[in-house]
């Protein structure tokens, strides 16, 4: 097969940043998606709706010019998101969702959530107007293993929580285990789940072995190569509980290759290069426009897009990096090759 012609994708789970680097990879993202969830987890945080609405004007602005790409935004959950916010949030055209980042589970997230009960009284009233919540699923206590913190928060927190509130729906971010894709598909259809390209292609090989490659850390971190095989038959299965979400999450170079790198893999210059990459190593390309194109839109109850976009077998050379404002950031698989190619209109 050289040419796959699918309805044009959506990001589910991407952060643009803003400033500088916003405005490098906004055009990256509108190239390939009709939309995109963008996360709040900005400096400062997007805590209201108004907030949320004055992020999207500067993504929108810093669109090139003709782009239709159409930015879905979230607010970041602290425990005195109000019941009026929420409401307001259900109500607003362009609110569709509100992340809950533990506290100190990642970039950004030391406003996060400490105590899981006390936003109970939130999730409740998310619950009730259908706001979708969007988690970060690792525990954060220092004690606990890194490779295990997605599994611990699946039995500690997320059982919980999906018990408490069978009706809130509920995307459990960036899946990364075993156990994430088992409870997921145990769940109700209200509990779905992305996954990002780098979690399909890697596993924990690719950041330590031969060298530590920081381009490859992310959080949650990727795992063991069984971890790797079952999510891959999971994106792969044409369950509609699994869609795209790259989890893109821009850095300078300069803060990843450094003695305390931060977390996050570059991935939206070729969002979906390189997850037709991993759909072909298991001869599921038949599978990627459900995967890419409808499910998440399904999820989030909003109508499939209807134009086409059309990958061609054409292997290319990924940059060494792309520049930001006197800086860069270095892709996933930078200078490697990549064998699908988007055709541009
Ligand atoms: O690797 C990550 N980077 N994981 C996250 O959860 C956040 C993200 C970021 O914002 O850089
Ligand atoms: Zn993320």
Same mark, same amino acid.
Not at 6 to 27: C, E, K, S, Y
């Given at each position: 097969m050289h040419k796959i012609t699918l309805i044009q994708p959506d990001d589910w789970h991407l952060h643009v940043r803003n400033g500088a680097i916003l405005n490098t990879v906004i055009a990256h993202t509108a190239q390939q998606f009709g939309?995109? *969830?963008?996360?709040? +987890?900005? /400096? =400062?945080?997007?805590?209201?709706?108004?907030?949320?609405?004055? #992020?999207?004007?500067?993504?929108?602005?810093?669109? =090139?010019? @003709?782009? /239709? $790409? /159409? =930015?879905?935004?979230?607010?970041?959950?602290?425990?005195?998101?109000?019941?009026? !916010? *929420?409401?307001?949030?259900? +109500?607003? %055209?362009?609110?569709?969702?509100?992340?809950?980042?533990?506290a100190g589970a990642t970039t950004n997230s030391d406003s996060g959530v400490s105590d899981l009960k006390g936003i109970y009284p939130i999730l409740k009233m998310m619950e009730e107007v259908d706001l979708p919540l969007l988690i970060h699923g690792e525990?954060?206590?220092? !004690?606990?293993?890194? $490779?295990?913190? %997605?599994?611990? $928060?699946?039995?500690?927190?997320?059982?919980? *929580?999906? /018990?408490?509130? =069978? +009706?809130?729906?509920?995307?459990? !971010?960036?899946?990364?285990?075993?156990?994430?894709?088992d409870f997921v598909l145990a769940a109700s259809d209200k509990v779905a789940a992305t996954i990002t390209p780098q979690h399909l292609l890697f596993n924990r090989n690719a950041i330590l072995a031969g060298g530590i490659r920081p381009h490859h850390y992310c959080l949650p971190i990727i795992k063991r190569e069984h971890h790797r095989l079952a999510l891959v038959e999971a994106a792969t299965s044409g369950n509609p509980?699994?869609?795209?979400?790259?989890?893109?999450?821009?850095?300078?170079?300069?803060?990843?290759?450094?003695?305390?790198?931060? &977390? @996050?893999?570059?991935?939206? #210059?070729?969002?979906?290069?390189?997850? &037709? %990459? &991993?759909?072909?190593?298991?001869?599921?390309?038949?599978?990627? %426009?459900? $995967?890419?194109s409808f499910f998440g839109a399904d999820f989030y109850q909003l109508p499939r897009n209807t134009r086409s976009i059309t990958l061609q077998k054409q292997p290319w050379e990924v940059p060494a990096s792309y520049p930001v404002a006197g800086h860069t950031i270095?892709?996933?698989?930078?200078?490697?090759?990549? +064998?699908?190619?988007?055709?541009?209109?």
């Amino acid at each position: 097969m050289h040419k796959i012609t699918l309805i044009q994708p959506d990001d589910w789970h991407l952060h643009v940043r803003n400033g500088a680097i916003l405005n490098t990879v906004i055009a990256h993202t509108a190239q390939q998606f009709g939309r995109a *969830i963008i996360m709040p +987890n900005l /400096n =400062p945080l997007i805590l209201t709706v108004d907030q949320a609405l004055d #992020y999207r004007a500067e993504i929108l602005n810093a669109l =090139p010019s @003709g782009s /239709n $790409f /159409n =930015p879905l935004m979230t607010l970041y959950l602290t425990k005195a998101l109000s019941a009026e !916010e *929420i409401k307001k949030a259900a +109500n607003a %055209e362009h609110i569709h969702a509100v992340k809950l980042y533990p506290a100190g589970a990642t970039t950004n997230s030391d406003s996060g959530v400490s105590d899981l009960k006390g936003i109970y009284p939130i999730l409740k009233m998310m619950e009730e107007v259908d706001l979708p919540l969007l988690i970060h699923g690792e525990v954060t206590h220092q !004690e606990s293993d890194i $490779f295990d913190r %997605e599994k611990e $928060f699946v039995d500690s927190s997320l059982t919980d *929580i999906v /018990n408490n509130f =069978p +009706n809130l729906r509920i995307v459990v !971010e960036h899946v990364t285990t075993k156990e994430a894709v088992d409870f997921v598909l145990a769940a109700s259809d209200k509990v779905a789940a992305t996954i990002t390209p780098q979690h399909l292609l890697f596993n924990r090989n690719a950041i330590l072995a031969g060298g530590i490659r920081p381009h490859h850390y992310c959080l949650p971190i990727i795992k063991r190569e069984h971890h790797r095989l079952a999510l891959v038959e999971a994106a792969t299965s044409g369950n509609p509980k699994f869609f795209l979400g790259t989890d893109s999450a821009p850095h300078l170079t300069g803060d990843k290759e450094s003695s305390c790198g931060c &977390a @996050g893999c570059y991935s939206a #210059y070729g969002a979906l290069e390189l997850y &037709a %990459e &991993a759909f072909e190593a298991v001869d599921a390309l038949d599978k990627l %426009e459900g $995967f890419a194109s409808f499910f998440g839109a399904d999820f989030y109850q909003l109508p499939r897009n209807t134009r086409s976009i059309t990958l061609q077998k054409q292997p290319w050379e990924v940059p060494a990096s792309y520049p930001v404002a006197g800086h860069t950031i270095t892709p996933l698989k930078a200078n490697e090759i990549l +064998n699908w190619k988007l055709l541009l209109n």
